[in-house]
Structure formats: structure tokens, C-alpha cells
């Protein structure tokens, strides 16, 4: 994705509660930022941020069909594909279980504003229907049981991966099929492929905006860089979701 587009076209943000080998991405970038398990003011960052956007999204399309498709079709103005890569939900839902309806939420009316999820789980019967119904994408490799490739991803009768390593079974547009999936590299090249990929590609994009933070000392220089004009002054930042307040000089004269 990120060797085909560029940061105008996608932007990623990370949520890894796995093994935190996907930190490797932070540089490229398309990547906005990567949250690790024990983060917790950036994942209610990210998640707040997504909800910001979804409404910015929503106002902005109203007025061009409605949806992110037909915004890029009727409009002159671009505006990537936000995606968000959560790896380990279980985890997530253990650790962060505060956030499981918001999380259901946001994955429900994100897709058609240009703001997809991509998830993954250890075991399908781990995820609850309110999150997999959102889903209409589904990928499942060795099950132990048979039967789940029909009840999870409404697989034909019969229709099983056979038992090589990468083999499974792909749910999409309403039909299942048996896939194969494939390293980029030598398993121990890899890391080393994907620094040298995005190392070449560094250079052709701008960086994705790192998900908001409250930095733990506010100054001047902390605020500057949001200054563009007098009708978007920062004056301080909102300590409940990270976002700059700004103040218009134009419309509010003192």
C-alpha cells in the first residue's frame, strides 16, 4: 500500500497489542503514529481523533453525495484514505475494555466517510458480533474446527484450506475463496526489506500528523508551529482530547 500511494492518498495509524514488531512502520510516511500496549492517553487520543474526524468527514461530504467516494468523485479537493491496523483485539478489549462501545461505534459509521479498520484476532469466536458484523472482509487461516470457516465466514459446505503454512480462507463481497498468503522476503530478511523499501520512499512523501498528544510542559514553541493566520490563533490545548484550541482574531476583536 505504502510503496503505490502516498501520504495524500493514505494515511495509517497503528494500534499494535501484538509482539510490537509492527513499530518498525513508524518511519515511513504514510504511518501517523504506532501505539503500543501500555500507551494509554494515545489510544483514547486516537480513538477521539477518529471520532473528530468521522464528523469533520461527515459535515464536509454533505454537501458532495455524502460519502468519501463521492467526494473524491464530485470534488476537486483530495483527502486520503485514513485506515486503522489494530493487531490483537483480545488485548485491547482486555486492557482497555472502557473503550468497547466507543470502539464499536467508531468501526460502524467509519467506512463509508474513508476511514476503514483492519483487525486481527487469535481466535474468530473472540470478537463480538457488534464488531465482526462491521466487517464484511474476512480472513481466517488454520481453524481447529471445520465448521467455523461456514459460521464465521459463511464458507460453503466442505470448503477448507488445505494444510500448508499461509493457507486459508477469504470471506469478501459476499463470497469465500482459498488463499494464499507469502512472506515479502527471507523470514530473516525482512526487517531488513523494510527498512531499505521505505529508506527509497522517505523522501517522495510528507509525513502523516503523529496522533495528538498533551505534551507534559506547554510553551510558546509548542504552539507556534499551528499558527497559519490571525483567524487560527492557538491559545491553549484541550487536556480532554489533545486537540489545539485557536482563537479567530478576525471575527473576535479584543
Given at each position: 500500500i505504502c510503496i503505490f500511494h502516498t501520504s495524500a492518498e493514505i494515511s495509517l495509524y497503528i494500534m499494535d497489542f501484538g509482539a510490537e514488531v509492527l513499530k518498525i512502520f513508524s518511519s515511513i510516511p504514510q504511518v501517523g503514529d504506532v501505539v503500543l500496549l501500555e500507551e494509554n492517553n494515545k489510544v483514547r487520543s486516537l480513538l477521539l481523533m477518529i471520532e473528530r474526524e468521522i464528523n469533520r468527514r461527515k459535515e464536509l461530504f454533505s454537501k458532495h453525495g455524502?460519502?468519501?467516494?463521492?467526494?473524491?468523485?464530485n470534488s476537486d479537493e483530495k483527502m486520503p484514505l485514513m485506515m486503522i491496523i489494530l493487531n490483537g483485539y483480545e488485548t485491547f478489549i482486555e486492557s482497555h475494555g472502557d473503550y468497547d462501545d466507543f470502539f464499536a461505534h467508531l468501526v460502524r459509521e467509519s467506512s463509508k466517510y474513508g476511514i476503514v479498520f483492519v483487525m486481527t484476532a487469535i481466535s474468530p469466536s473472540s470478537v463480538k458480533t457488534?464488531?465482526?458484523?462491521?466487517?464484511?472482509n474476512k480472513i481466517a487461516t488454520q481453524l481447529s474446527d471445520n465448521f467455523d470457516y461456514k459460521f464465521y465466514l459463511?464458507?460453503?459446505?466442505?470448503?477448507?484450506?488445505?494444510?500448508?503454512?499461509?493457507?486459508?480462507?477469504?470471506?469478501?463481497?459476499?463470497?469465500?475463496?482459498?488463499?494464499?498468503s507469502c512472506l515479502i522476503a527471507q523470514k530473516n530478511l525482512i526487517n531488513q526489506c523494510i527498512i531499505t523499501t521505505f529508506e527509497k520512499y522517505a523522501k517522495t512523501a510528507s509525513k502523516t500528523p503523529p496522533i495528538p498528544v498533551i505534551p507534559?510542559?506547554?510553551?510558546?514553541?509548542?504552539?507556534?508551529?499551528?499558527?497559519?493566520?490571525?483567524?487560527?490563533?492557538?491559545?491553549?490545548?484541550?487536556?480532554?482530547?489533545?486537540?489545539?484550541?485557536?482563537?479567530?482574531?478576525?471575527?473576535?476583536?479584543?
Open positions: 455524502g460519502s468519501y467516494i463521492s467526494y473524491i468523485k457488534k464488531i465482526s458484523q462491521s466487517f464484511p459463511d464458507a460453503p459446505e466442505g470448503l477448507t484450506p488445505s494444510k500448508y503454512f499461509g493457507r486459508g480462507i477469504i470471506s469478501m463481497d459476499g463470497s469465500a475463496y482459498e488463499m494464499q507534559k510542559v506547554i510553551t510558546s514553541d509548542t504552539l507556534s508551529s499551528y499558527i497559519d493566520s490571525i483567524k487560527n490563533v492557538p491559545i491553549g490545548i484541550n487536556i480532554y482530547d489533545a486537540s489545539v484550541n485557536k482563537f479567530d482574531f478576525t471575527a473576535n476583536k479584543i
